[in-house]
């Protein structure tokens, strides 16, 4: 590579000398140099990045590995204050968390409990409905509840005679047979509208039995060991069970109310915990500075100089088998210096030779700035000269006037 150089530079200087562009031979092997040194500072960039983060690995462990050893040492270190400071502070943050993911838990069992016992409470509503239109078509059917029922048996009987004769046209015009395709067609038309006045009126007794057996069941049957009784005894014991539900699911609406409550204060559980998680990580990250300069120190790479208090306190807690990791990071940080300074010498190199490429180019600049300027100085004496023949013949011409 130095070959290089001394080849293009003598070239330089010859094409200085003769006024000849410089070989292109020389040029090419000295851009070739160039591009080694920038290659060459590539290669060095990347081998010392790599040792600083390896670098910066090691000394972080040990410096945590340093750190763990002074938990049950008395010192006024402020790095170690702030070192139990980060690690408390973590586990706050921790137990932070484990509380808002076990509140998050419970909202979520809470929001399952009540929708399962709201469903349970539908299905025995309908149950306790079920029993009243049971009750009700029961004290119709009994003659013992006539006093009762008296006031609901004309519309019964009225209802139960629509449905029979709704009944009977609709077996009749089933029971039919023959005719053509349009007494077909008819008889079908017919059929589904009977069978829709049979669903209104079955509809209009149901509601009326559930009306009756509604109204009934807070009154005592008239014989305990009829069907009455039994009915009666299953809503009662229907309604007890749904009074319970409906107890514990307030209680359950309750919690949840509350726990929603907070959360409207403190804010979303996601994000809440989002937080505190990235609190977390620069807490760690702030660890993380604390290991390394822990580690720097306690390697002896540090670039200021330790008070003595503190290279006694590392030497108390420094061991023998630490020096396979100092040594590493000493050999670590010096391949990084090396790697820097020859960076430095290399671009310093490469600086110079910009420099004087430079220089170069100003030099022939000038050289070129010059030339153009001998001949516009020629050219003014040839006027100079031109203009003092003028002022002769001007002179001589005079004579003749």
């Not at 150089?5 to 160039?34: D, G, L, W």
């Not at 025995?124 to 009762?148: C, Q, T």
């Not at 509604?214 to 305990?224: D, I, N, Q």
């Amino acid at each position: 590579m130095i070959i290089y150089t001394i080849v293009f530079y003598i070239n330089q200087e010859k094409s200085k000398r003769y006024n000849k562009p410089i070989p292109y031979v020389a040029k090419k092997a000295y851009n070739c140099y160039m591009d080694d040194r920038k290659k060459r500072i590539d290669d060095l960039q990347k081998n010392s990045q790599e040792s600083r983060l390896s670098l910066s690995a090691l000394l972080e462990n040990f410096g945590e590995n340093l750190y763990s050893r002074t938990k049950d040492l008395q010192s006024d270190s402020e790095d170690i204050f702030q070192y139990n400071v980060c690690l408390q502070d973590i586990v706050e943050s921790n137990n932070a968390i484990a509380k808002i993911e076990e509140k998050n838990r419970r909202f979520r069992e809470l929001e399952e409990a009540i929708e399962t016992k709201e469903q349970e409470e539908k299905e025995r509503a309908k149950e306790i409905s079920d029993f009243h239109k049971k009750l009700g078509k029961a004290l119709l059917e009994n003659s013992a509840y006539d006093d009762y029922t008296s006031l609901f048996r004309e519309q019964a009987d009225a209802l139960n005679a629509k449905l029979e004769s709704l009944e009977s046209r609709i077996g009749e015009l089933d029971n039919k047979e023959g005719g053509n395709v349009f007494s077909w067609i008819g008889k079908s038309a017919q059929g589904l509208v009977l069978k829709s006045f049979l669903s209104k009126a079955q509809e209009s007794q149901e509601q009326l039995h559930l009306n009756i057996g509604e109204r009934y069941s807070s009154r005592s049957a008239v014989k305990e060991d009829d069907e009455v009784a039994s009915i009666r005894s299953d809503i009662d014991n229907t309604k007890a069970a749904s009074r319970a539900v409906e107890t514990e699911l307030n209680s359950l609406k309750d919690e949840r109310r509350l726990i929603s409550a907070s959360f409207g204060i403190d804010g979303n559980p996601q994000k809440q915990i989002q937080s505190i998680k990235n609190h977390i990580d620069q807490v760690k990250e702030e660890l993380a500075g604390l290991y390394r300069n822990f580690g720097s120190q306690a390697s002896g790479i540090m670039d200021s100089d330790l008070p003595p208090e503190r290279k006694y306190f590392i030497d108390s807690i420094v061991t023998a088998e630490d020096g396979e990791v100092i040594g590493r990071a000493v050999r670590l940080n010096q391949s990084i210096n090396e790697n820097e300074k020859a960076i430095a010498r290399l671009r310093a190199s490469l600086a110079i030779d910009d420099e004087k490429s430079k220089i170069e180019r100003f030099q022939r600049q000038i050289e070129e700035k010059k030339t153009r300027i001998g001949d516009l100085e020629k050219g003014i004496t040839d006027l100079e000269e031109s203009v003092r023949d003028c002022e002769k013949s001007i002179v001589e011409l005079q004579k003749q006037l």
